[in-house]
């Protein structure tokens, strides 16, 4: 069946401009998480979705960055006026259920570059 | 954050030789995940292993735990040019939903 999909592949964008960026999960996975990762280091948490429940959002870097979830299947996580550390590549990853015994299926992710 | 610090950060054997990279971790775990991650595929889960187990095969993987001393090994034996890629360690918080913590990996590069 289709694993998790992202969009855009690959995203440049302007110091200073808005981002969307798209996460399709596996249908019928209820955990969602989104992973920011830098490069040449493993990928790092950002936030957690229950369905549609955001349970989980430690990891956000600043308010700059804002996820929704809001029928419990695709995600959007946004970044408001983009800044040069923002530049990575941010992993989205769902799961069956919750629980820490369930392997988490990762998408192609999304390379932003911030110029 | 990372959790976890993976050793060596880079490895180069040859095809058919084993490879070994080994993880630490900082915190009590209730699980430590092994994941690959090429350019192909993306990051591909390969091997869970509970805090209450201390070794665990999957094909040519052999993971072993010490929870001790905080410590774990991936093992993957008869390596093929296939098995080159970055390998992480992912530790799973104490908690009822599993976010993973990353450690920065090994690049491992199997010649044939």
């Known amino acids: 069946g289709a694993g998790v999909s992202q969009s855009p592949r690959y995203k440049v964008a302007k110091r200073g401009q808005d981002v969307a960026l798209r996460c399709d999960p596996i249908s019928g996975h209820v955990s969602l998480f989104w992973y920011q990762q830098a490069l040449g280091q493993g990928p790092e948490f950002l936030t957690y979705?229950?369905?549609?429940?955001?349970?989980?959002k430690s990891g956000l870097p600043s308010d700059r960055f804002f996820a929704e979830r809001p029928e419990g299947s695709v995600s959007t996580l946004k970044i408001q006026r983009t800044q040069q550390e923002d530049s990575a590549v941010y992993l989205c990853?769902?799961?069956?259920?919750?629980?820490?015994?369930?392997?988490?299926?990762f998408g192609p992710g999304t390379r932003l570059t911030v110029t | 954050s990372q959790q976890g610090e993976e050793d060596p950060q880079a490895l180069s054997i040859q095809e058919g030789e084993n490879a070994t990279m080994n993880c630490s971790y900082k915190?009590?775990?209730?699980?430590l995940q092994w994941y690959r991650q090429n350019s192909g595929r993306g990051l591909v889960h390969l091997i869970l292993i509970r805090s209450n187990e201390r070794e665990k095969h999957s094909g040519r993987l052999r993971v072993t735990l010490d929870t001790s001393k905080k410590s774990s090994s991936l093992l993957i034996t008869a390596s093929r040019a296939a098995d080159t890629a970055s390998y992480f360690c992912?530790?799973?918080?104490?908690?009822?939903?599993?976010?993973?913590?990353f450690g920065k990996g090994t690049m491992l590069l199997v010649s044939p």
């Open positions: 990853a769902s799961s069956l259920s919750t629980g820490d015994s369930y392997e988490q299926y």
């Open positions: 979705f229950q369905n549609e429940a955001q349970l989980d």
């Open positions: 915190t009590s775990i209730n699980n």
């Open positions: 992912a530790t799973g918080k104490n908690s009822g939903y599993s976010t993973l913590t």
